[in-house]
């Protein structure tokens, strides 16, 4: 219960530092200052030192980070030290999509199961990864001991398939769909609004052409 | 320049106000009160009272708001009250799914033109969005004076399509590349990163598991 609350932002921002420490890891770089480390994730160093600071010292003041210890530590902080399996239910065009996407790529988590209703993707193995009936979801899922999914489902069995999710034992959706979908207290949804994205970027060039280009990333 | 400066969190909720108050018109609904927008857009009111203060009084307190003028609001603050033309650069799997991904249903913007080097899609017009090799990039958005891009390009070549799109004067980019590509302060940049939103999902299921399933929206 001590644990410190870490800011949602602050989350996003670690497997932007995560990537950029392995690449510096394989490159045989041993330590970073904080200015470089600045530069090159864009972020501010004002940030950066608010974010490390939900973690304890993680730097030292006139010495910078040592690449391999702060690697490690956000390695363990993301999990990543061990593979996280995933599924992906409805295998429309954006689940073909990601079923492609590369997520496991110097990631260790990865698409391990599909689901779909289509008789023609039922069966078969996808991109590597088993296409099964929607009708063996929370049997499959529950034997996988897969909890979390990423949800291309058409908007209008959004909710139904998340009820099912639940059922499943599922803690964690990425809920690709437009709609905000209702779960319990005890799942957490992560909403990716493509739509959203866009008219979100329309309206800052809209309304900050000139006078601020650059906005606060909260 | 006396605009007030809205804070990115609250820029990204405008889409959500704005999808509910087309549905509530749509079904007829002439006021909505705060509560009920509240729990139907699963954000608390103390939010949306704070999002809806750096554009005035738009509601009345014991009235609460005015479905249509706060939609026509809200369309013309989300430039929905004309269409936005976007293009697409990089026709892969991802590319494909956004060709096919219904951004314009019911939102006034559409993918009006895409850019690959593959001779098997350049001339081609795919879920009705023509394929113009990239040699032709520069000139035909220039011509069809886009200033919207969806970035879908393979990461080793990131960072020099953004810096051709700048010579074509493209302001926006919906970057899903995973690198952080580096632009002038006139442009700005909507990172999509889905390995960092899977990353983050894993993360928070992971520390706050039972203590604080809640977490601030910010």
Do not use: C, W
Not at 120 to 128: A, F, H, R
Not at 173 to 194: A, E, G, S
């Amino acid at each position: 219960m001590n644990k410190p609350k870490v800011p949602k932002a602050t989350a996003k921002r670690l497997p932007i530092y995560y990537r950029y420490l392995r690449f510096l890891h394989d490159a045989g770089k041993d330590r970073i200052s904080s200015t470089e480390l600045s530069e090159a994730v864009k972020v501010d160093s004002a940030t950066i030192r608010r974010d490390f600071s939900y973690f304890g010292a993680l730097g030292k003041r006139g010495y910078g980070y040592d690449v391999e210890n702060l690697m490690n530590f956000f390695s363990k902080t993301l999990k990543q030290d061990r593979l996280t399996n995933v599924a992906l239910v409805g295998v429309g065009n954006l689940g073909h999509a990601l079923l492609n996407y590369n997520f496991h790529q110097s990631n260790n988590m990865r698409i391990s199961a599909a689901f779909d209703i289509n008789e023609d993707l039922i069966g078969k193995i996808l991109s590597g990864v088993p296409v099964y009936p929607m009708s063996d979801m929370i049997e499959q899922l529950k034997i996988q001991q897969i909890e979390i999914v990423i949800l291309t489902v058409p908007t209008k069995v959004a909710q139904e398939t998340a009820n099912e999710l639940q059922k499943a034992g599922v803690k964690g959706i990425m809920n690709f769909t437009p709609i905000r979908i209702t779960v319990p207290d005890d799942m957490r949804v992560q909403n990716v609004d493509l739509t959203n994205e866009l008219q979100t970027l329309i309206y800052f060039l809209d309304h900050y052409k000139k006078e601020e280009p650059k906005l606060e990333e909260e």
